[in-house]
């Protein structure tokens, strides 16, 4: 199937939410006290794609893009690292409530619960969570703030970064049998989990095919 037009409007909505309805979500057992949801949001690109390598065109502030952030360097665990809005969820919180909760603390966003498109695969991370994935539709001329507590930076990639024929990066790795994945955005890379994230958002969303990810091994950066 090839990708659909990448404009951030109502037909794309459509299309990542008739493909969400059709995908059979696989959820992980999981202990509250390890349980984690983050925000796929789709917004477009506006002026966020500030990364080295990215070519600025302005017919590009309209594209479709997935909002990612990068992680303080302040912080105890995963600093600095490339991450979607999210956090552990709290007593009494559904994934979709703990998801745009974090986004609004994260880089204040509030959107409401019509919002959310649909749910991708649980995925069991090394640094001992599950994060649930809540794909979220921002729309356009959305503003963001990056919360300095938690986050360094806030980036809109365009979706046509990840529909790269050099993506994904899989790199063998000498702890598992199966590989490091990866994702390229301009001169830099994305590493799982969140590049699993991303690559499992576009072989479902975007391109309809039922894809998994759960197997996939993360660098050991990322376990700690």
């Known amino acids: 199937m090839t990708a659909p037009d990448l404009t951030c409007n109502a037909s794309l909505r459509a299309h990542i939410e008739k493909n969400l309805t059709g995908f059979q979500v696989r959820r992980a057992d999981v202990d509250d006290a390890h349980h984690a949801a983050v925000a796929i949001t789709v917004t477009d690109v506006g002026h966020g794609a500030s990364l080295p390598g990215l070519p600025q065109h ?8 997935l909002l990612l ?46 919002r959310v498109l649909g749910f991708l695969d649980d995925f069991v991370t090394r640094s001992g969570f599950v994060m649930t994935p809540v794909v979220v539709w921002g729309g356009s001329r959305v503003r963001t703030e990056p919360n300095p507590d938690e986050v ?20 063998a790795a000498d702890s598992s049998e199966h ?23 576009r072989e479902v969303c975007l391109l309809g095919r039922g894809t998994r990810v759960a197997h996939f091994e993360q660098p050991e950066f990322a376990w700690r």
């Not at 969820?89 to 409401?112: I, K, Q, W, Y």
């Not at 360094?152 to 990066?169: G, K, N, T």
């Open 58 to 65: 302005p017919q590009w502030q309209s594209a479709a893009a």
């Open 69 to 114: 952030t990068r992680r303080s360097a302040a912080l105890r665990k995963h600093a600095g690292q490339w991450a979607f809005p999210g956090g552990r969820l709290d007593p009494g919180e559904t994934p979709v409530e703990t998801a745009l909760r974090e986004m609004a603390e994260e880089v204040s966003l509030a959107l409401a619960q019509d």
């Open 152 to 171: 360094a930076s806030v980036h809109r990639i365009p979706l046509s970064e990840f529909l790269r024929d050099d993506a994904p990066m899989l790199e």
């Open 179 to 201: 590989p490091v994945l990866r994702m390229p955005v301009g001169d830099d890379h994305i590493a799982a989990p969140t590049a699993a994230l991303i690559y499992q958002f």
